[in-house]
């Protein structure tokens, strides 16, 4: 290892031994996938152990064209039947020209970062046996285990789909901004079974390139770290995600796994400062962004505290059973099946999203407003906002819609409240805790999003509190 402030820390030699006790002929096993929905990846043991899971934020359940293979809503990360993890190993100084020919070895990772046009540097990886690699990203190649998408955001929504997602097959979008190879987590394969995200994630040839224009640096002890194009951004809940839900601070994650402040806009070339008592450990409730998309990790202490499919069916047969009624036409009214996300049923429940009041489908009560019409005078505009019967109070009129994705509640308490404006139902404890919570969008802006659709979230607090009218018999 280089020490800080030696002569080969100026002037680094053009191999530099990281650790010299790996046995670079083992090379990593390659990286499977999962063909049981939502059961992860490698769950081939009896009991398999289970580092965690993570959820894309915006949908609700599954994709709005269903899940299939490695591209899906949700996957869990199990312990493999073999340790595919990488460690640092060897660093090259090279000139920039040569940089195909010694990256020609096909089995061994590495990690390039071009300084100039004349000169870079090459750190090889080696296979680790403590732990195993899932890397994320937007490639459908064999070695990407979890194939995110773009997930919409600020508009409105249906059912159970992400607002503005891409159609057509749920293929990739051509100005997607979410990097093909964007992240990889590696999970220590004994307890407490840590789990560490890092920036980028490698190719088919095991090769990550920082090109000339990426932010890189070499690091004070002679080695080097940098940032992706659009960054991978962490934020790690302020306190315990289920107990006490708060919001911690975005950070950006180096391909080291170094922390770092935020750059003054999402692909500036310019780090941020250092955070040098923070960790790229992640922990149950953080948040991964990917610009385009953002992840949530749960591990599996958490889960435990969140409702399963079949509690979420038990809560909605619940709420059906107690028969609410429409207050103005008093005709019963039920909550569609948890696999009927998108039509919505006669029986459905609507809101009044700016006083709770929950009615049956009705098309009159809009508010009507005067709007100029030329010489003529004003003439009557629709708005798209009602007044509801019972308060007279004016606003989006929207179905309600349950929560179907367990992973994002923060308890299993009842369905009591809604987002808004988009209407998804889930308990208090999990509005309150997402409607606190800012949401990267685009290159600087943060917004309070629906977790179940990506919606960005409208009022004074971001929900409301439904009003049921009982049955009148």
């Not at 953080?286 to 591990?299: P, V």
């Not at 909550?335 to 009159?364: M, T």
């Not at 709007?371 to 509801?388: H, I, K, M, Q, Y």
């Amino acid at each position: 290892m280089v020490l800080e402030g030696s002569s080969e820390a100026l002037c680094p030699p053009p191999s530099l031994e990281l650790r010299p006790s790996c046995n670079k002929s083992q090379t990593s096993p390659p990286l499977g996938t999962s063909s049981q929905p939502h059961d992860g990846v490698f769950p081939e043991e009896k009991e398999p152990i289970k580092y965690g899971e993570l959820i894309v934020l915006g949908h609700n359940g599954s994709l709005a064209n269903g899940d299939k293979g490695r591209r899906r809503s949700r996957l869990a990360l199990y312990k493999r039947p073999k340790a595919n993890g990488v460690k640092p190993d060897v660093i090259h100084n090279v000139s920039t020209p040569l940089v195909s020919k010694a990256l020609s070895n096909k089995s061994q990772h590495s990690i390039s970062y071009t300084l100039s046009r004349s000169h870079s540097v090459i750190v090889e990886y080696t296979h680790d046996t403590n732990t195993d690699m899932f890397q994320i990203g937007r490639s459908t190649e064999s070695m990407i285990d979890f194939v995110v998408t773009d997930t919409g955001g600020s508009g409105s929504s249906q059912g159970g789909g992400a607002a503005g997602e891409s159609g057509g097959g749920g293929g990739q979008s051509a100005q997607s901004t979410i990097s093909r190879y964007a992240c990889r987590i590696m999970c220590e394969r004994s307890a407490p079974y840590t789990a560490r995200i890092y920036a980028a994630g490698f190719d088919s040839s095991k090769n990550i390139f920082l090109g000339e224009r990426a932010a890189k640096w070499r690091t004070s002890d002679g080695l080097m770290d940098g940032l992706t194009t659009n960054g991978v951004l962490v934020m790690h809940p302020a306190g315990e995600f289920v107990s006490e839900p708060a919001p911690g601070v975005w950070r950006e994650i180096s391909v080291c796994g170094n922390v770092f402040a935020l750059r003054e806009t999402r692909s500036a070339q310019q780090r941020g400062k250092l955070v040098e008592n923070e960790s790229n450990t992640l922990q149950d409730g953080s948040l991964i962004d990917l610009c385009g998309a953002t992840l949530l990790w749960r591990t599996p202490a958490g889960l435990r505290h969140t409702p399963t499919l079949k509690q979420l069916e038990s809560l909605r047969q619940e709420l059906n059973a107690a028969r609410p009624q429409c207050p103005v036409g008093f005709n019963t009214l039920a909550f569609p099946s948890l696999a009927q996300r998108e039509i919505v049923d006669k029986k459905q429940p609507w809101v009044y999203v700016n006083c709770g009041h929950v009615h049956g489908y009705h098309n009159w009560g809009y508010r009507k407003e005067k709007v100029p019409a030329g010489l003529g005078g004003t003439v009557p505009a629709n708005t798209g906002e009602r007044e509801c019967p019972m308060c007279r109070r004016v606003g989006p009129y929207v179905p309600l819609w349950l929560g179907c994705e367990g992973g994002l509640y923060l308890d299993a308490g009842p369905p009591t409240h809604a987002f808004c404006p988009c209407g998804h139902v889930c308990s208090e404890k999990t509005v309150v805790g997402w409607s606190q919570i800012p949401l990267p969008h685009g290159t600087h802006a943060f917004h309070a999003a629906c977790p179940f659709c990506g919606t960005w979230l409208t009022g004074e607090q971001g929900f409301i509190k439904l009003i049921f009218q009982g049955p009148v018999d």
